[in-house]
C-alpha cells in the first residue's frame, strides 16, 4: 500500500486559507493559491491568482523563472527538502503550512575560497603570510 504524502488532518480540521512563504530569514503569510502558474493549468482565467504570482509580488528580488518552491514537511519527502513542480502544485498545496522559496539562480553560485602565500623579507627573517579571495 503506498504511504500517505503525509498525516491526515483531524476529522474536523479544515484547511487554512493561508500558507506562509519562507525565504532566507523573511517570512511572508499570503493566500492559498490552488493553481501554481500558467502552464499548469492552461485553460485558467487570465484575472485568476497564481501562487507564483504571489511569490514573484513578495519577493521581488527573485526573478520569476528563477523561483522554486520545496518542502520538506511530507513523508515522501523523508525530512529533505523537495522541489514542488508545478504539475503537483495542486496535490500538495493544501498539505502545506510553510513553503520554502528558492532562487534556483543562486542555488549554483558556490563560494570557492582561494589562498595566496606570500613570503615577506623583513632583514633576517622571512615570514609567510596567507590572504584570502573570495570569488563566486
Not at 575560497?113 to 596567507?130: A, C, E, P, Y
Request: proline letters at 7%.
Amino acid at each position: 500500500m503506498p504511504q500517505p504524502l503525509t498525516s491526515p488532518p483531524p476529522e474536523s480540521a479544515q484547511t487554512p486559507e493561508l500558507v506562509v512563504l519562507k525565504h532566507n530569514r523573511k517570512r511572508v503569510m499570503v493566500k492559498r493559491q490552488k493553481s501554481y502558474d500558467r502552464s499548469s493549468v492552461p485553460w485558467i482565467i487570465l484575472d485568476s491568482k497564481l501562487m507564483l504570482d504571489s511569490v514573484c509580488k513578495n519577493f521581488p528580488d527573485i526573478p520569476k523563472d528563477g523561483v522554486t518552491l520545496q518542502t520538506d514537511k511530507l513523508n515522501i519527502c523523508y525530512g529533505h527538502f523537495v522541489d514542488i513542480a508545478a504539475e503537483a502544485w495542486a496535490d500538495v498545496v493544501d498539505l502545506l503550512t510553510v513553503v520554502e522559496v528558492v532562487n534556483q539562480k543562486e542555488v549554483g553560485r558556490v563560494k570557492e575560497t582561494r589562498s595566496v602565500q606570500r613570503t615577506v623579507d623583513s632583514g633576517r627573517h622571512f615570514t609567510q603570510l596567507s590572504e584570502s579571495e573570495d570569488f563566486f
